[in-house]
């Protein structure tokens, strides 16, 4: 395949945020708010004959290969097909790179952009555009890719074509009459994409006769082969046998295996400029495999391409087993997820009162979630997963500091001392919401006014969480109908509690939300512990900021109130700042008496009580005089 009928791209769109993982009901709605990635994908991919046509009109979604991709409906991991198809009298060879959609995973999207020439840009015309629509958008554009928009969903009832078109001149500058027009659902209009993505999109460059230059642009792990890469080939040809080396390790590999990925593999034997596709080379280490590495042949050097900045975790939880016998079968489960998944950062931690565990990076609360899930499916691991807490910056007199535990967090006696100033992470957020009238397939119970009250909603719920730089505008100004897009400065740790909750049931699931990283801030920060009849337990310390202090103690105190068992003399539970007490519940003691009513022979009571002291240390974690089931633990951190 020469260059000139090659294809690289990629379809984007804005994906439904996800609610935490413990509202589970509640993410199957989320897939009708999705615009329609893998369903046309899946399309594409049946109307090239590369997979046969899904019967029934089942959605399988082919690329969607996880088990948590598939139950939660949305792609996590970037995954590669390519297709031909005939046009013009010319057999054309289009290399499809799905892209997950969550905000979570952007650091998985620019990646995939990396290997493309354009981009597909799919909006859903019931829904319109929407927060991460904007963002993809800008990305793609700055890379400099074609951007193809096609507005999917025109079977539905409440579609409004004509008007999202409008939206998206308005918005992007899009000329309508580039806007293609499809159902993924039905095929409809399918068609067209095919040969818009020929007609429009440039094909790659690269020369057959320059030194083989290939972009490394993903990876996965596999048992027998070793590390498997995807490579876009950016010069000349990459043959099996080929001696190769990185620019990045400057390691040397012998290629054992090239294909293609139709979309499974497919061995070709040789890889030419242009393409995309897998290579195999006996890598051992996955860690080798540097996603943005550039590779060569050994003996001819070549410019690397420009890297890609390294994934920047945005939320760290502690992860400890169940029970704690099991942490080196965890850590070796964690090792091999993290295979799969390289933006997760790993280091051990250990806590008086859960042992030995992990401290996880993640780059989103819903990253977390599904690693987590993916932990508890793919290698059945029974796990404890501390409150999440986002990076701090604690700058000294001399030196700065990020902390990524809250045991690292200076006592407050520093914090006069020798702390200059705390910083915490910072997001600039887009809030898209709908001011005028509903939406069709919504029930038309509330009118105009209520409706204009989600945007006022949407305003009290950033106040409330701390936002600055608020400002806003109208995104259209259709009849009724406008919408505004508000955007602000929010702290991160405000984010990765219950905020999605709190937008997604306020504004009934009509507003959308993006973030991007807007750096760190000043602010008045405390570490807040928890003291189980005066002794803190490490593994519960929280950051609060000060003018939530008070409430976080309050509700904190009186959840543990509810989960720790009784003890045979009375627990004071407390939250502390420093010395200073802020919220206290009595946990009366446990009746000694239980059974002196109950009459039917000492043996039998002895029995039990035995049994009850064995059941106890198995699954008590001793914490100081008070018994801490990690049952206990799993309730309060898992569910908060
Ligand atoms: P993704 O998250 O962007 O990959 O979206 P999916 O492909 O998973 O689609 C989200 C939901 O929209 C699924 O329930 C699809 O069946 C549905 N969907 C996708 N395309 C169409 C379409 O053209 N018409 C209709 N009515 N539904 C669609
Ligand atoms: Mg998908």
């Known amino acids: 395949y020469p260059c000139d009928v090659i294809r690289n791209f990629s379809v984007i ?6 609610l935490s993982a413990s509202l589970f009901v509640c993410v199957t709605d989320e897939f009708l708010l999705d615009h329609g990635k893998s369903t046309l994908a899946d399309r594409l991919l049946e109307l090239t004959g590369t997979i ?13 290969k996880l088990k948590v991709e598939r139950e ?5 991991k970037a995954q590669t097909a390519s297709m031909l198809y005939d046009w013009n009298g010319k057999r054309h060879l289009l290399n499809l790179i799905d892209t997950p959609g969550h905000v979570d995973f952007a650091w998985e999207v620019s990646r995939s952009l990396a290997a493309c020439q354009g981009v597909l840009l799919l909006v859903d015309c019931s829904q319109g555009v929407q927060a991460q629509t904007i963002s993809v958008f800008h990305n793609a554009k700055e890379r400099g890719l074609k951007i193809i928009p096609v507005l999917n969903k025109i079977d539905l009832p409440a579609a409004q074509p004509e008007r999202i078109t409008a939206q998206m001149q308005a918005t992007f500058g899009i000329d309508p009459k580039d806007v293609i027009k499809i159902s993924a659902k039905t095929g409809m209009g399918v068609d067209n994409i095919l040969q818009a993505i020929i007609e429009r999109i440039p094909p790659p460059s690269g020369g057959l006769q320059n030194p083989f230059k290939g972009f490394l642009f993903d990876s996965f792990y596999d048992r027998y082969r070793g590390v498997i890469s995807l490579i876009s080939m950016q010069d000349g040809i990459l043959r099996v046998g080929d001696k190769i080396s990185s620019i990045h390790t ?3 590999y012998e290629v054992t295996e090239l294909g293609l990925m139709h979309p499974e593999e497919v061995p070709t034997g040789s890889l030419f400029p242009g393409q995309v596709g897998y290579m195999a080379c006996n ?4 860690a080798d495999a540097l996603v943005g590495d550039t590779l060569f042949c050994v003996g001819k050097p070549v410019e690397p391409m420009p890297g890609f900045k390294p994934a920047k975790a945005m939320v760290y939880a502690g992860v400890y087993p169940m029970d704690s016998g099991d942490f080196p079968k965890l850590e070796e489960s964690i090792k091999r997820l993290t295979l799969t998944d390289r933006s997760v950062t790993v280091s051990r931690e250990s806590s008086t009162a859960l042992g030995q565990g992990c401290r996880l990076g993640f780059l989103g609360t819903l990253h977390m979630d599904v690693f987590r899930q993916r932990l508890e499916d793919e290698h059945d691991a029974n796990i404890i997963i501390t409150a999440p807490t986002v990076p701090y910056k604690i700058v000294y007199r001399d030196r700065e500091v990020i902390i990524s535990n809250p045991t690292e967090f200076p006592e407050v006696t520093d914090t006069a001392s020798k702390v200059k100033e705390i910083q ?3 997001v600039k957020a887009t809030i898209i919401v709908p001011e005028g009238a509903r939406s069709s397939w919504i029930v038309c119970q509330r009118v105009t006014e209520t409706s204009t009250a989600y945007f006022g909603d949407m305003m009290d719920l ?9 400002e806003h505008r109208y995104l259209d100004t259709g009849e009724g109908e406008a919408r505004m897009m508000l955007t602000c400065v929010l702290p991160l740790s405000e984010i990765v509690t219950d905020f999605f909750d709190q937008l997604k049931s306020r504004s009934s699931g009509f507003a959308s939300f993006d973030y991007e990283d807007h750096g760190y801030r000043k602010s008045e920060l405390a570490k807040m512990v928890f003291l189980l009849n005066s002794k803190p337990v490490d593994a519960l310390a929280i950051i609060v900021h000060r003018s939530s202090q008070d409430a976080i103690g309050r509700t904190w105190v009186k959840k543990l109130h509810k989960v720790i068992p009784r003890q045979l003399f009375e627990v004071p539970i407390q939250a502390a700042i420093g010395k200073k007490v802020i919220a206290r519940e009595t946990l009366s003691a446990m009746r000694a008496d239980v059974t002196a009513g109950l ?21 008590m974690k001793r914490m100081g005089t008070v018994n801490l089931p990690q049952e206990a633990f799993y309730d309060i951190l898992s569910r908060s």
Do not use: W
Request: proline share 3%; hydrophobic share 25%; aromatic share 8%.
């Open 250 to 252: 400057r390691k040397k």
């Open 599 to 619: 009459y039917g022979g000492h043996y039998e009571r002895k029995m039990k009580h035995l049994e009850n002291q064995k059941e106890g240390k198995r699954k």
């Open 52 to 64: 046969a046509a899904a019967k029934s009109g089942k959605n399988e979604q082919v690329l969607d």
């Open 424 to 426: 915490e992470p910072v």
């Open 13 to 18: 769109a804005h994906i439904g945020f996800y």
């Open 72 to 76: 939660r409906g949305i792609t996590v």
């Open 283 to 286: 890598m051992k280490d996955p």
């Open 462 to 470: 950033c106040f409330s969480r701390r936002a600055e730089d608020v």
